[in-house]
Every structure is written in structure tokens, then in C-alpha cells.
């Protein structure tokens, strides 16, 4: 299998909050230097192909993430 070299300031990290999870993705995104974050007001939004999925994670949750660290 080949692979490809991404530089990480090309990334984006998007994570939806399934089984309360996206915060502690978002401190793996952060400790390997993806910094660039989505997220949503209030966790609005979900995803279209999974049934059940659960919203995007809320940005007041990133914000709180991000003055504790």
C-alpha cells in the first residue's frame, strides 16, 4: 500500500460528540499539532450517513477545552 505525506497544517480535525468522545479527540488532534478545530454552537448539525449519529461538538465545550489546557 502506498502512503502519502500530509503536512498538519493542512488538517482539520471535525468530530461529532458520538458517546460523549469528540473532546478527548480533539486533546489527540491538539498533542499531534492539528490545530485547526471544528465545531458547532450548541453541538447543532449531525451527520446524514449515520443514522443516529449525534451532533458536532459544541464550541462553548471546545472554548472550556481550550482555556484549561
Keep these: 500500500m502506498d502512503t502519502i505525506s500530509v503536512s498538519k497544517n493542512k488538517l482539520a480535525?471535525?468530530?461529532?460528540?458520538t458517546y460523549d468522545r469528540a473532546i478527548e479527540n480533539?486533546?489527540?488532534?491538539?498533542y499531534n499539532d492539528i490545530?485547526?478545530?471544528?465545531s458547532s454552537i450548541a453541538g447543532l448539525g449531525g451527520c446524514p450517513y449515520a443514522s443516529g449519529?449525534?451532533?458536532n461538538v459544541?464550541?462553548?465545550d471546545v472554548l472550556l477545552l481550550l482555556e484549561v489546557i
Excluded: C, F, K
Excluded at 26 to 30: E, T, Y
Design 58 to 60: 459544541p464550541t462553548e
Design 26 to 30: 480533539i486533546i489527540i488532534s491538539l
Design 13 to 17: 480535525a471535525h468530530y461529532h460528540n
Design 35 to 38: 490545530t485547526v478545530i471544528d
Design 53 to 55: 449519529a449525534s451532533g
